[in-house]
C-alpha cells in the first residue's frame, strides 16, 4: 500500500509541472503585453514596469523565476487589483468556493447513490423510470440554466429563498448555490450508481447471500455497497472538475465573492497573473483530489495496488 | 428504443431547419433595433414571435441565430475532436506495447486537467475569436474518441484480414488508413453524437460568460445571460433560450444514447 501510495505521489508531480508549463507559455505566447492598452508610456517608463514584473528576463528564466514563487507560495501581483497580490485574492475567494463546492458534493454523493440504488433495486419499474428520466434531464440541462431558472422560481416568483448572497446571512443563501452544483452530479452519480448496481446485484455472492436469507437492506448496505461504489469513486476526478467548472457560473450568477468570480473577472479584465494563478491553483487542486482519489481507490479495491 | 432515436432526431432535424430559414422569413434582422418595441411580450403583434430584447431586437431571429452557432460548433467541433482522437486511438492500438502505454497514460493525465479553464486562459490570451473556439473545443473532447477507437482498434489488430495486409507487405501508416479505419466508423459515430452535446455546453458556457462569441451576434448562452438580467419583467428573454439549449442538448444526449444501446451494447451503462 505504501508502495503504491508513493508511486501515485511521484506520478503526481510530472503532471502538476506540464499543467503550470502548458498554462505559463499560453500566456507569454499572447500576442501584445499586459501593458498594452493603457496609455501610450515613454520607453523608460515601461522599461521599468517590465524590470518590476520581471518581464524583461529571458523566457525560461521567467518561468523559473515564477515556479520559484509558486514554491514558496507566491503567485505574483495582480495586474488589475492594484497592490493585492494573486495569492492573497485567492486566499481571500478560496473558502467561499471550497465550502460550496464540499457541500454541492456530499449532496451529490447521498441523493446521487441513494436515488441510484433504489433505482437498481426496482428495475424496470415506474419508479426507475422517472429516476433515470430526471437523471437524463439532470446530466443534459447545464448548471447556468438550472442557476437562472431556479432563482426565477424559488426567489422572485415565490420568495422562499434570497436570490443573491450578498446583503442576506444564514443558512437560506447557501441553498440555491449548492442545489444547483449538485444537481448534474446527482444525475450523473445516479446513472452510475444504478448500473453498477444492477451489475453487483447478479453477481453470485449476492445470490449466496440471498440463500443465507439475508434481507434486501443488509444485502445491499453489507455486501452490495461497497464493490458498487468503484465506478463512482472513480467518477470522483471528473465530478470535481465540473464542481469547480460550475462553481465559477454559480458564484457569478449568485453573487458569490468565491474564486470562480475572481476568474471569470480577472479573464474579462486580462488579468494575466491573476488568470494564470487561479489555473494553476485550480489545476493543482484537481491533481491533489484526485491523487486522493486515486489512494482511495487503492484502499477499497487492493487489486489495483498491483497492476 | 428507436422511437427516442426517431423523436430526438426529428427535433433536431427541425430545429435546425427552422434556424436555417427562420431568421430568412422573418421580416426582422438580428441587429436591428426598434425602440417602440422595447421588451415586447412574444406574440403574432409586428411578427415578434419570441418578443424583443431591452434594446427592441427581434428574439426570434437572435434566437434563431444562436441556435445557428450552437450547430456549428456543434460540427466543427466534433470533427476536430474526431479528426484527432481517431488518429491518436488508432495509432496507439495498432502499434501497441510501450508506445500504447505512453499515450494512454497521456490521455489518462489530460483527463483529469481542467480543460475548460485552459480554455479560457486561452480567450484570455488570444483575441476572441470565433475559430478558436471551435478548435479549443475540439481539442477537448477527442480524450473520450481516442479511448474508444483505441479499444476497438486493439481487437481489430487481431483480426485476419490486418494479418493478410500485413503479410502482402502493406505499411503500418496505410493499413491504418485503409483496414483499420474503415472499420471504426459505426462505433465512431456513436461516440461523435455523444460528443455533440459536450461541445455544445463549452461554447454555450463561454458565451454565457461573456468569453465566446461576441456582441452583435449572439448564442444561446450569451442569450441566456442577457435574459438573466431581464428575467423579473420579461421572463420570456431567460426562459425561450435556456429551454431551447436545454432540449437540444437532451435531443444529442438522447440520440447518442439510444445509438449506443442499438449499436454498441457492451459499452452501455
Not at chain 2, 104 to 113: E, G, K, P, S
Amino acid at each position: 500500500m505504501l508502495r503504491y501510495t508513493l508511486l501515485r505521489i511521484l506520478g503526481a508531480i510530472p503532471t502538476l509541472l506540464l499543467v503550470i508549463a502548458l498554462a505559463f507559455l499560453m500566456v507569454h505566447a499572447a500576442p501584445g503585453g499586459p501593458f498594452d492598452d493603457e496609455r501610450a508610456w515613454s520607453p523608460e517608463i515601461e522599461a521599468n514596469f517590465k524590470a518590476k514584473y520581471n518581464l524583461d528576463a529571458p523566457l525560461p528564466q521567467q518561468f523559473v523565476h515564477y515556479i520559484g514563487g509558486l514554491l514558496r507560495g507566491d503567485f505574483g501581483p495582480s495586474l488589475r487589483y492594484v497592490d493585492r497580490s494573486v495569492s492573497e485574492l485567492i486566499g481571500n475567494a478560496f473558502p467561499y468556493s471550497l465550502q460550496l463546492g464540499a457541500l454541492a458534493m456530499a449532496l451529490a454523493l447521498v441523493v446521487g447513490v441513494g436515488a441510484g440504488t433504489l433505482a437498481a433495486l426496482r428495475q424496470d419499474t415506474l419508479l426507475d423510470r422517472t429516476v433515470m428520466g430526471f437523471a437524463m434531464t439532470g446530466i443534459s440541462i447545464p448548471v447556468f440554466v438550472i442557476a437562472p431558472v431556479l432563482i426565477l422560481l424559488f426567489a422572485v416568483k415565490l420568495g422562499w429563498l434570497p436570490a443573491g448572497w450578498s446583503g442576506t446571512a444564514g443558512a437560506g443563501r447557501y441553498v440555491l448555490p449548492v442545489i444547483t452544483l449538485a444537481l448534474p452530479q446527482i444525475a450523473y452519480i445516479a446513472r452510475l450508481t444504478r448500473a453498477s448496481m444492477i451489475d453487483v446485484l447478479g453477481r453470485d455472492f449476492i445470490r449466496t447471500a440471498r440463500a443465507q436469507g439475508l434481507g434486501t437492506a443488509t444485502i445491499v448496505r453489507v455486501h452490495a455497497l461497497k464493490p458498487a461504489m468503484l465506478p463512482v469513486l472513480s467518477y470522483m476526478g471528473p465530478a470535481i472538475a465540473a464542481i469547480l467548472t460550475g462553481s465559477v457560473v454559480v458564484e457569478e450568477v449568485f453573487g458569490i465573492p468565491g474564486l470562480g468570480q475572481f476568474f471569470v473577472r480577472g479573464a474579462l479584465n486580462r488579468d494575466y497573473t491573476l488568470v494564470l494563478g487561479i489555473v494553476i491553483f485550480y489545476a493543482a487542486l484537481i491533481v491533489a483530489l484526485n491523487l486522493v482519489v486515486d489512494i482511495l481507490y487503492g484502499v477499497i479495491d487492493p487489486r489495483v495496488r498491483y497492476r | 428504443m428507436t422511437r427516442t432515436i426517431k423523436v430526438s432526431a426529428t427535433f433536431l432535424l427541425t430545429i435546425a431547419l427552422v434556424a436555417v430559414a427562420g431568421p430568412w422569413l422573418s421580416p426582422h434582422d438580428y441587429v436591428a433595433t426598434n425602440f417602440d418595441r422595447l421588451l415586447a411580450a412574444p406574440g403574432l403583434g409586428d411578427m415578434h414571435l419570441f418578443g424583443t430584447d431591452d434594446l427592441g431586437r427581434d428574439l426570434f431571429v437572435r434566437t434563431m441565430l444562436g441556435v445557428r452557432v450552437t450547430l456549428i460548433v456543434a460540427i466543427v467541433a466534433s470533427l476536430v475532436s474526431l479528426v484527432i482522437g481517431v488518429a491518436y486511438g488508432a495509432v496507439a492500438g495498432f502499434v501497441g506495447g510501450r508506445v500504447d502505454a505512453v499515450m494512454m497514460r497521456f490521455v489518462d493525465t489530460l483527463y483529469a486537467l481542467p480543460f475548460i479553464f485552459f480554455v479560457i486562459l486561452l480567450m484570455v490570451a488570444f483575441e476572441r475569436n470565433f475559430l478558436l473556439i471551435f478548435v479549443a473545443i475540439g481539442a477537448i473532447n477527442w480524450l473520450d474518441m481516442a479511448r474508444i477507437v483505441r479499444g476497438q482498434t486493439l481487437s481489430l489488430r487481431e483480426r485476419e484480414f490486418v494479418e493478410a495486409a500485413k503479410l502482402a507487405g502493406v505499411g503500418t501508416p496505410r493499413i491504418i488508413l485503409r483496414h483499420i479505419a474503415p472499420n471504426l466508423i459505426g462505433i465512431v459515430v456513436v461516440y461523435v453524437t455523444l460528443t455533440i452535446p459536450q461541445a455544445i455546453l463549452v461554447e454555450s458556457f463561454l458565451s454565457f460568460l461573456g468569453l465566446g462569441v461576441q456582441e452583435p451576434q449572439t448564442s444561446l448562452g450569451a442569450l441566456v445571460n442577457s435574459g438573466l438580467g431581464q428575467m423579473e419583467g420579461a421572463s420570456w428573454m431567460l426562459l425561450i433560450p435556456a429551454a431551447l439549449l436545454a432540449a437540444i442538448l437532451m435531443a444529442f444526449n438522447f440520440l447518442g444514447d439510444g445509438l449506443r444501446d442499438l449499436f454498441d451494447a457492451r459499452q452501455g451503462p
